[in-house]
């Protein structure tokens, strides 16, 4: 995929499309159940009032936080779990270094306590923005390993755990990879597309 695809412009502090760290924790809170154009203009909003800073976030109320974000849908859901993530981020001196140090498996099961947040939302807080290595189990990487012949768990953890046992990779080629999965299943959507892709013909046994 590397090969065929080249590196990959993703979701990285610093870039056009991602300036900070908590702007990428709420963009992953916000894209739930829509599309990114529903969510550009909810970003917007977040950055003139907020900066992105977690102090002015907690500083918003439900009522002045969801005509921000209403674009994106199912606001109210989404308004309480970025309230809650910028109380998490309180909650640890909003120190990102500190928790880019600390025990990701912790902050995990901080992150799902979250109402809003399950599995695919932390582990993209936790590897794009506080280095923490994973493997995100979304329908663009079900579907690929399923194309590829590999038998997988149902359950998130079970998958999620069987590939990380099998592709031990450092935290950029995890984020590289999630990436070249993502953007190939955006290219790749049917049975047809995946038979005349640059994969097919390929298996894979995990």
Excluded: C
Excluded at 78 to 90: D, F, Q, T, V
Excluded at 145 to 170: C, D, E, I, N
Excluded at 174 to 180: K, S
């Amino acid at each position: 995929m590397a090969r065929a695809m080249g590196p990959q412009p993703w979701l990285k502090p610093g870039t056009p499309w991602a300036e900070t760290p908590v702007e990428i924790m709420l963009g992953a809170i916000l894209v739930q159940n829509t599309n990114w154009r529903n969510v550009e203009p909810a970003l917007r909003n977040l950055k003139r009032e907020t900066a992105f800073e977690p102090a002015k976030l907690r500083a918003l109320t439900p009522a002045t936080l969801t005509p921000l974000i209403q674009s994106s849908g199912f606001y109210r859901r989404k308004a309480a779990a970025i309230l809650s993530l910028a109380a998490w981020l309180g909650d640890h001196d909003d120190d990102l270094d500190a928790l880019k140090h600390g025990d990701g498996a912790q902050e995990r099961a901080e992150l799902l306590a979250i109402t809003g947040i399950g599995n695919e939302t932390a582990d993209y807080i936790l590897m794009y923005t506080l280095d923490h290595g994973t493997f995100m189990v979304d329908t663009y990487a079900r579907r690929l390993f399923s194309w590829l012949g590999a038998t997988m768990p149902k359950t998130y953890p079970a998958f999620q755990k069987r590939v990380l046992a099998q592709f031990p990779l450092g935290l950029r080629d995890r984020q590289e990879f999630h990436a070249l999965i993502d953007e190939f299943g955006k290219q790749v959507k049917t049975d047809g597309d995946f038979a005349a892709s640059f994969l097919a013909g390929q298996h894979l046994t995990v």
